[in-house]
C-alpha cells in the first residue's frame, strides 16, 4: 500500500515563501509521475507542477518563475518552493504519485493535502 504524507503548508503575508514536502512510502516502483495539484474553493483541482521520471518538469503558466518541483528519489520525496506568493495561490495543495502497473495500467495515489493561506 502507498502513502503519501504532505507537510509544510501554512499562512503567509503576500511576497513571501513557504516550501512543501511529500514523502512517499509502501511499495513504490516504477515512478511515472510525481506532482503538486491545488484547490480553491468552489474551483476545481488544477495541476501546479509535475516532474516525471525522467527528470522533466512541468508547470501551470500561473506559477512559472514563482515555484519550483523537485524530486529526491533517494527518499522518495517531492518538493516544492513556492516564492513569490500571491492571495490568489491560496487553496489546499495536493500530492499525487502515479506508478506504472502494467505497459497500459497506471495506479494515482493522493495525499491528504495541506493548505496554504496568502494573505494580502
Known amino acids: 500500500q502507498v502513502q503519501l504524507v504532505e507537510s509544510g503548508g501554512g499562512l503567509v503575508q503576500a511576497g513571501g515563501s513557504l516550501r512543501l514536502s511529500c514523502v512517499a512510502s509502501g511499495s513504490i516502483f516504477n515512478i511515472k509521475h510525481m506532482g503538486w495539484y491545488r484547490q480553491a474553493p468552489g474551483k476545481q483541482r488544477e495541476l501546479v507542477a509535475a516532474i516525471i521520471s525522467g527528470g522533466s518538469t512541468n508547470y501551470a503558466d500561473s506559477v512559472k518563475g514563482r515555484f519550483t518541483i523537485s524530486r529526491d528519489n533517494a527518499k522518495n520525496t517531492v518538493y516544492l518552493q513556492m516564492n513569490s506568493l500571491k492571495p490568489e495561490d491560496t487553496a489546499i495543495y495536493y500530492c499525487?504519485?502515479?506508478?506504472?502497473?502494467?505497459?497500459?495500467?497506471?495506479?494515482?495515489?493522493w495525499g491528504q493535502g495541506t493548505q496554504v493561506t496568502v494573505s494580502s
Open positions: 499525487k504519485l502515479v506508478v506504472v502497473i502494467t505497459l497500459f495500467a497506471t495506479n494515482d495515489y
